[in-house]
């Protein structure tokens, strides 16, 4: 069964045409890639996925409700089955380590002091972190960043996990790091996850299938076998580089 469903999404802004007929599945437990140039809407589909953006046309649906005619109880509910990565971590500079952490915990949860430490340590064990509880996102590396925002998001135990351009700016090696933490969550969560990103091919080696969004639709998916042996003209051009 899907758990995200996008059908015939059309989006535009002013004449400017993104979106113009996306359709996509997303099963549960299920890792999927959003491949394709920068700048050609793959960021603009995942904010009508999360609920920031309504499309001028089409239906997403998640958990079989469509995300649009969702209101009140039920639209707090959906969105706390979401956990979302940003680019750049989107992290609360004035609050150290634990305590970028702990926020969402103490803003949504009623649990008392010792249960929020103890879940805040476990999720940044998970990331590695668990010996840099007292410094500040400014006094780590951008690695280190990126893994923090991770654990931010996992820490409300979500059932799907939004990133966006999770290893954009990072070398190969870190690049690398999160990707393995990334698979180890698919692995032990069995989390629903959409990663939104241009690079490749480090992407392949965490994700069960990929689509590719180019000229407003999803040209083609598959395994990432598949699509690093298709024939479309597109994909291979993207995957050579020949398209920026």
């Known amino acids: 069964m899907s758990l995200i469903k996008i059908i ?7 004449a400017q045409k993104v979106l113009t007929g996306v359709n996509l599945e997303i099963k549960h437990g299920q890792t999927l890639a959003l491949i394709g140039a920068s700048g050609k809407g793959k960021s603009v589909l995942l904010k009508h996925i999360i609920g920031l953006m309504a499309p001028d046309e089409g239906t997403i649906m998640i958990n079989g ?4 005619h969702v209101r009140g109880k039920k639209r707090l509910e959906l969105k706390d089955r979401m956990g979302i990565v940003f680019q750049f971590g989107a992290l609360f500079d004035s609050l150290s380590v634990y305590e970028n952490v702990a926020f969402p915990l103490k803003e949504k949860t ?24 007292e410094k500040f996102p400014a006094q780590i590396s951008g690695g280190m960043r990126k893994r923090l925002a991770l654990a931010r998001c996992l820490v409300l135990e979500p059932q ?10 990072l ?12 698979r180890n969550l698919q692995n032990e969560r069995k989390l629903t996850a959409l990663i939104v990103s241009h690079e490749i091919p480090g992407i392949f080696k965490v994700v069960d ?8 639709k999803i040209i083609q998916s598959g395994t990432p076998e598949e699509i690093q042996n298709s024939q479309h003209k597109a994909v291979q051009q993207f995957l050579t580089g020949e398209l920026e």
């Open 8 to 14: 015939n999404v059309h989006k535009s802004f002013g």
């Open 65 to 68: 409700m469509d995300i649009s």
């Open 110 to 133: 009623k649990l008392p002091s010792s249960k929020i430490r103890e879940r805040v340590i476990a999720e940044l064990a998970m990331v590695g972190l668990e010996n840099d509880l």
């Open 160 to 169: 799907i996990i939004f990133f966006d351009e999770p290893t954009t700016g």
């Open 171 to 182: 070398d190969p090696v870190i690049a690398a790091s999160i990707y393995r933490i990334i």
């Open 209 to 216: 299938r990929v689509a590719m969004l180019h000229d407003g």
